[in-house]
């Protein structure tokens, strides 16, 4: 099963990486295209001058790329080059509409879909351990699961597509809870004095323990906001969420008090920091 991989930023650089480790990979393209070059070069692969060239050469398009337009943009320059044999996966973060007009596209050309966002950052992609929220047809799934594999660790079937975008949305919407909680309850820590590497630690094997205390607790407290999940990628979703909500006469006020922080921190030059930078409106002054 020959694949292909369309965006090579931060998220699917190294999960084409983790695709060719597995000896799926024959293909790349990337917007900028001496990116797609030099990984081909590392990988001894193809790179395509064009997503629709790289569609002709394998069976499973892979995208991952920064937005909705972005999505329907690659799809309709994939349709063309698209029949029965072909599957697209969508692991772009957008909402469910778009999501289901991908699949609208792919399927007019007999081929099938899956929208397939993933959940755990930089380091899950790196390490091959992402969570995939799947929509689309199960049979489709089964067919493309051994090369899933190669880059997560927990692969669930949502649905129609559609689903997994809707999962994901409510997952960027719990990572923002929990976002606000952390930076919050530290600050406070922080500003009583205590030694926040020891409250760190007690506090992680408590109830109030959670993978982002663990993972950004002690580096946050010391100023340094390594990337894992940027700022404004988050902002993006939120805004994806936001608008997913208002359509069906929701409100989400966690979400939109998120996005007014995030802004601010945008704002202040910090959009390309991970998330825990959000302790810097937090932190004592």
């Known amino acids: ?131 995939m929220m799947v929509g689309g047809h199960q049979v489709t799934l089964e067919k493309i699961r051994p090369l899933l594999n190669t880059m997560g660790k927990s692969i669930t079937h949502m649905g129609e597509v559609g689903t997994g975008q809707s999962t994901k949305a409510v997952n960027q919407i719990m990572a923002a809870g929990i976002n606000q909680a952390v930076t919050e309850a530290l600050a406070f820590g922080e500003a009583q004095g205590l030694d926040m590497d020891k409250a760190i630690e007690a506090i992680s094997q408590g109830a109030a323990g959670n993978w982002f205390l663990e993972k950004r607790g002690k580096t946050m407290v010391q100023g340094t906001f390594n990337l894992g999940f940027k700022i404004t990628l988050h902002h993006k979703d939120l805004s994806i969420c936001k608008a997913m909500a208002a359509q069906l006469g929701f409100s989400l006020p966690l979400a939109e008090g998120m996005l007014t922080d995030y802004q601010q921190l945008i704002d202040q030059g910090f959009g390309e920091e991970d998330i825990s930078a959000l302790y810097r409106l937090k932190r004592p002054n």
Do not use: H
């Not at 393209?29 to 394998?58: F, G, H, M």
């Not at 072909?86 to 289901?100: L, Q």
């Open 1 to 131: 099963m020959r694949a292909g991989f369309i965006g090579l930023g931060t998220m699917g650089k190294p999960m084409a990486y983790n695709l060719a480790k597995g000896g799926f990979l024959s293909s790349v393209w990337n917007r900028t295209q001496i990116i797609a070059k030099t990984l081909a070069q590392t990988l001894n692969i193809t790179y395509a001058q064009t997503p629709a060239e790289l569609a002709t050469a394998v069976e499973v398009i892979c995208i991952c790329v920064t937005g909705d337009k972005e999505v329907l943009v690659i799809t309709e320059a994939l349709a063309p080059n698209l029949n029965p044999q072909k599957i697209v996966i969508d692991f772009s973060t957008v909402s469910a509409e778009t999501a289901r007009q991908a699949a609208a596209i792919v399927r007019s050309q007999g081929g099938d879909f899956l929208d397939c966002p993933v959940s755990g950052g930089l380091e899950g992609a790196r390490n091959s351990t992402l969570t």
